[in-house]
C-alpha cells in the first residue's frame, strides 16, 4: 500500500483514477481555464504560477464543470486548495533544471493531480535521485504565486551530480510525488513555438486517505 510520511509520497508517479472518457473533454476545460486565468498574469511565458482556491474558484466553476464533477466522484473536493499551469517551452540550451517541489510557506502535502493539457506527445518527466543544490536562485528567476507574498515554491538539484532513475511519459491524468527531484525532457521533434502544457491541481491533508487505504482503492487507476 502506498504511504505518505511528513506529506511525502512513497511512490514517484502512478496513473489517476479519472474517467478516461472524460479526459478529452477535461482538457478542453483546462485550457479554456488557462486562457481565462493568464489574463491577468504579468508574464504569460512564466514556466509556473500557482493560484489560490478563492482566486480560480469562480473561473474554475464556469469553465471547468466535467473536471470538478470529477473531483467530486473521488471525494476530493474538500481537499482541492490550489492549482498550478506549468508551461515548458521545448529549449535544448536552456532545459528545465531538475528540481523538487518545496512549498516552505505552505503545509500541503507534496503530491500533484497532473493533467497534461497540450503538445505532450514528444515529452515526458524524468526523475531523478541526487542532492539539492546549496545556492537555489531559480525561484527568482521563474516562481510566483499570484495573490499571495513571493514564496519559496521549489529547489533545484544539484546538476552535475544528479542520476535518472526513472521516466514516465505523461499522456493521462497522473498522481506524481513533486518532492522527488524531477523534470520534463523534450523528444527533438518537439513543438519548439508552442509549450507543453500542464495543468497540477494540489490537495491538503491527504494522509489520512493513504493511511485508511483510500487513495491506492479509489484514487488510482487500475
Given at each position: 500500500?502506498?504511504?505518505?510520511v511528513d506529506g511525502v509520497p512513497d511512490f514517484?508517479?502512478?496513473?489517476?483514477?479519472?474517467?478516461?472518457?472524460?479526459?478529452?473533454?477535461?482538457?478542453?476545460?483546462?485550457?479554456?481555464?488557462?486562457?481565462?486565468?493568464?489574463?491577468?498574469?504579468?508574464?504569460?511565458?512564466?514556466?509556473?504560477?500557482?493560484?489560490?482556491?478563492?482566486?480560480?474558484?469562480?473561473?474554475?466553476?464556469?469553465?471547468?464543470?466535467?473536471?470538478?464533477?470529477?473531483?467530486?466522484?473521488?471525494?476530493?473536493?474538500?481537499?482541492?486548495?490550489?492549482?498550478?499551469?506549468?508551461?515548458?517551452?521545448?529549449?535544448?540550451?536552456?532545459?528545465?533544471?531538475?528540481?523538487?517541489?518545496?512549498?516552505?510557506?505552505?503545509?500541503?502535502?507534496?503530491?500533484?493531480?497532473?493533467?497534461?493539457?497540450?503538445?505532450?506527445?514528444?515529452?515526458?518527466?524524468?526523475?531523478?535521485?541526487?542532492?539539492?543544490?546549496?545556492?537555489?536562485?531559480?525561484?527568482?528567476?521563474?516562481?510566483?504565486?499570484?495573490?499571495?507574498?513571493?514564496?519559496?515554491?521549489?529547489?533545484?538539484?544539484?546538476?552535475?551530480?544528479?542520476?535518472?532513475?526513472?521516466?514516465?511519459?505523461?499522456?493521462?491524468?497522473?498522481?506524481?510525488?513533486?518532492?522527488?527531484?524531477?523534470?520534463?525532457?523534450?523528444?527533438?521533434?518537439?513543438?519548439?513555438?508552442?509549450?507543453?502544457?500542464?495543468?497540477?491541481?494540489?490537495?491538503?491533508?491527504?494522509?489520512?486517505?493513504?493511511?485508511?487505504?483510500?487513495?491506492?482503492?479509489?484514487?488510482?487507476?487500475?
Amino acid at each position: 500500500m502506498s504511504k505518505l510520511v511528513d506529506g511525502v509520497p512513497d511512490f514517484l508517479c502512478k496513473p489517476a483514477a479519472i474517467d478516461p472518457q472524460l479526459f478529452p473533454a477535461i482538457q478542453e476545460e483546462a485550457y479554456k481555464l488557462f486562457l481565462e486565468m493568464y489574463k491577468n498574469v504579468p508574464d504569460t511565458k512564466r514556466l509556473f504560477y500557482y493560484f489560490q482556491k478563492p482566486e480560480f474558484q469562480t473561473s474554475m466553476s464556469l469553465h471547468c464543470p466535467i473536471l470538478l464533477g470529477e473531483i467530486r466522484r473521488l471525494n476530493l473536493y474538500s481537499l482541492f486548495v490550489r492549482l498550478l499551469f506549468v508551461q515548458d517551452y521545448y529549449k535544448p540550451e536552456n532545459p528545465m533544471p531538475a528540481h523538487r517541489d518545496y512549498p516552505y510557506n505552505f503545509s500541503y502535502d507534496n503530491l500533484g493531480l497532473n493533467i497534461p493539457v497540450r503538445n505532450y506527445d514528444h515529452s515526458y518527466t524524468v526523475f531523478y535521485e541526487g542532492q539539492d543544490s546549496v545556492e537555489n536562485n531559480w525561484d527568482a528567476e521563474y516562481e510566483h504565486a499570484l495573490g499571495t507574498p513571493n514564496i519559496r515554491v521549489a529547489v533545484l538539484g544539484q546538476q552535475d551530480s544528479i542520476r535518472e532513475i526513472a521516466r514516465f511519459k505523461i499522456d493521462r491524468p497522473v498522481w506524481i510525488n513533486s518532492y522527488a527531484l524531477h523534470a520534463a525532457r523534450h523528444d527533438p521533434q518537439s513543438d519548439s513555438e508552442n509549450p507543453r502544457l500542464i495543468l497540477s491541481l494540489r490537495f491538503a491533508s491527504m494522509k489520512h486517505l493513504f493511511d485508511n487505504g483510500y487513495f491506492d482503492e479509489h484514487l488510482v487507476a487500475n
